[in-house]
């Protein structure tokens, strides 16, 4: 049998499918069930087709935590407050079967009050008692210890997330659950925007469970780094207005069902605008930062960050008072301890080594010291190999992307065997729009979905929470999550990622960008068939000229045929400041030129002089793109007219379940075959 009908229809698009499995043509109308997108121009619809009989991701145990104990005293400060080394308070707390359980204590007092408060996570009901405090194992006189008794009843959530035991390409709880992390960035606050909290009461009714919040100073979260430069403290001080902040944010995510990552450093604060040894100059922050010698600290060089043994044992300090005051808490999905390291002067001056060797040093520190096991990370660009040593002592891995065609990066994408050989969790931890422009919410949806059918850890996860909250973008996020949820595809197990084949007797413009970077290509010809050529997401999204022919010897050139006669159209995004060349070449024949001038900048050309068209007749040819100027240009797309099916299908499969995502062009209805190889009947 066969199913014809239409899965989803919305607005002035819809598409009709006929599926067909490899097991006798049995008819798979599972897969209209869980349908949670949408089709309209350039958009797109996801199927599932769920077989209850797969149990691989269902909870494996009922173990979970309850709600945090949370009690305070006064005690005497001794020194800093905050060294862990100096104030090793503790309190002892005695727990339903009359055990020890020793829980670290933070300061939270002022000049007039001394007061410390700890925060303890149960994993088991009944009663728990306050025994004493101690100070360097020693018991200590506290005073106004309150409450002291607590009682802990009702229902268990499902606790702290972990990586998975079998597959260790999943996130679990501790209860055995599957997560699956979808949802938006929320570094920080700009201006008159929102609240972060007020962000993540939205995240929730758009059923998003994931976040990633910075500890950044220009909006307050710096522990030891204040939006004032006025009432800056000193190296070693921690800001309690912050803490108190942070105590905000925490609680908002617990009760939005928000799991976010807190980012406890960034590449800015380390990076400079020039004058020191290796000035990357990305997003620089070093001038104003308060460990810098210029404005009174001690640090002269911000490479110097991760050698010199003071800013060591004074990260050590901040992140002992972090897990102290925050650990508490199965919201804090991980600990990062860097955004983009690699964008900091020390990466930048080939000392990698030193980077790796801090982030080890710190990821053991926290393992120490972190009694509820978080998992940590930090995050990469997409530059980064996953066999980098930044990410040994890592947890899990994210990597960050803003192509020009976030499918074509994506799509190929080879997470199966990535996951495989790196033994942990992978997933887009941020992605974007090139130069962030995405209005329409396209590279938001279509970023989203195609991670849904090629990342089993989490989804790719949008960077631009401004744009979404401006242009109400919600609903894309509150469809991928439906879907989710209804296919059941997170909890699905041993899944491969497949492109399968879909006949149309439509035709529709194949259109893609590259899904790399400013790199070398390794590949120059590319066989376009019936969608994205393979090898083309780590195709380099610049065409570069002479200034860097080492890392574009050859021209691309796309190896095509045409059932009928079309055109092929370069549309040309930036061009760089020193002007461009481009030759459009048709079975080695010149047919198209065009000369971009020398700017006072890398600049977007005109619309007239944007767009290069070649007519290309029917039959097999060769197309050569040559960049033969003086530097680069940056295509936004490559297109070739009528030229393949008018549905194309993304998707993860195993023997009896499949899932995928179904993208359409323009506002044609289509209806067309598709085959699904390897599919029990």
């Not at 087709?49 to 006064?74: I, P």
């Not at 529709?508 to 899904?515: H, I």
């Not at 899932?659 to 209806?671: D, E, K, N, P, Y």
Request: hydrophobic residues 35%; glycine residues 10%.
């Amino acid at each position: 049998m066969t199913l014809k009908k239409p899965l989803h229809k919305i607005g002035i698009a819809g598409i009709a499918l006929t599926l067909t499995g490899c097991g006798g043509g049995q008819d798979l109308g599972g897969f209209s069930r869980g349908l949670g997108g949408d089709l309209s121009s350039g958009y797109n619809s996801p199927i599932s087709s769920r077989f209850d009989n797969n149990q691989g991701g269902k909870a494996t145990n009922t173990r979970g935590v309850y709600a945090h104990l949370e009690g305070s005293f006064t005690l005497k400060v001794e020194g800093d407050p905050f060294d862990y080394e100096t104030n090793d308070v503790t309190v002892t707390l005695k727990n339903p079967e009359g055990g020890p359980v020793e829980v670290p204590a933070f300061y939270d007092g002022d000049e007039k009050t001394p007061t410390w408060r700890f925060r303890y996570t149960p994993s088991s009901t009944g009663h728990y008692t306050f025994v004493d405090v101690k100070r360097h194992r020693e018991i200590a006189r506290a005073d106004a210890v309150t409450p002291k008794e607590w009682t802990v009843k009702g229902d268990a959530i499902p606790g702290f997330i972990r990586v998975g035991t079998g597959d260790k390409s999943r996130f679990v709880f501790d209860n055995g659950a599957r997560y699956y992390p979808l949802g938006q960035n929320q570094a920080w606050k700009n201006g008159e925007s929102p609240e972060i909290s007020a962000n993540f009461e939205k995240m929730k009714g758009a059923g998003e469970n994931w976040s990633r919040v910075w500890m950044n100073h220009w909006d307050g979260k710096n522990l030891d780094w204040s939006a004032d430069s006025k009432a800056q403290t000193k190296p070693g001080e921690l800001d309690l207005s912050v803490a108190r902040k942070w105590d905000k944010l925490v609680d908002s995510a617990e009760k939005n069902g928000i799991f976010f990552q807190m980012v406890l450093q960034h590449h800015g604060q380390f990076a400079s605008k020039s004058g020191a040894r290796f000035s990357s100059n990305i997003d620089p922050n070093w001038e104003s930062n308060p460990w810098n010698t210029a404005n009174g600290g001690f640090l002269k060089d911000p490479a110097d960050f991760f050698t010199d043994p003071q800013a060591r044992k004074l990260t050590k300090k901040k992140l002992y008072y972090i897990l102290a005051r925050y650990g508490y808490s199965p919201n804090v999905l991980a600990w990062e301890l860097f955004n983009e390291v690699e964008n900091t002067d020390a990466a930048k001056g080939a000392l990698l080594q030193d980077v790796a060797m801090w982030h080890r040093e710190m990821a053991f520190f926290i393992k120490q010291y972190d009694g509820y096991r978080h998992l940590v990370t930090t995050s990469a660009t997409s530059a980064n190999a996953l066999d980098s040593p930044l990410l040994e002592a890592m947890d899990y891995a994210q990597i960050h992307l803003y192509p020009s065609d976030i499918v074509s990066a994506l799509s190929g994408f080879d997470v199966t065997s990535t996951t495989k050989n790196f033994g942990k969790p992978v997933f887009v931890g941020e992605f974007g729009a090139s130069g962030l422009k995405d209005a329409d919410g396209k590279v938001l949806h279509n970023g989203v979905w195609i991670s849904l059918m090629r990342f089993p850890s989490g989804a790719a996860q949008y960077w631009d929470w401004e744009n979404v909250e401006k242009q109400d973008l919600y609903s894309h996020l509150r469809s991928a999550s439906a879907f989710v949820t209804a296919s059941g595809l997170a909890n699905q197990s041993g899944l491969v990622s497949t492109t399968p084949e879909v006949s149309t007797p439509q035709k529709r413009t194949l259109s893609f960008g590259a899904g790399g970077g400013f790199g070398e290509a390794k590949q120059s010809d590319f066989v376009v068939g019936a969608g994205i050529p393979s090898g083309f997401s780590e195709f380099p999204a610049f065409l570069q000229g002479e200034n860097h022919r080492k890392m574009m010897p050859k021209p691309l050139t796309f190896s095509v045929n045409y059932a009928k006669p079309g055109t092929f159209t370069l549309t040309v995004e930036t061009v760089a400041k020193a002007g461009a060349k481009v030759n459009l070449k048709l079975d080695g024949e010149t047919k198209e030129t065009r000369t971009y001038p020398v700017g006072d900048k890398d600049y977007t050309p005109d619309k007239t002089v944007s767009v290069l068209t070649l007519e290309v007749p029917a039959g097999a040819h060769k197309i050569a793109i040559e960049s033969v100027g003086a530097d680069w240009v940056k295509p936004a797309s490559y297109s070739f007219s009528d030229y393949a099916p008018a549905l194309a299908v993304f998707a993860r499969q195993g023997k009896e379940f499949a899932a995928g995502w179904v993208v359409g062009s323009g506002a044609r209805t289509a209806q067309g075959n598709l085959k699904l190889v390897g599919v029990a009947p």
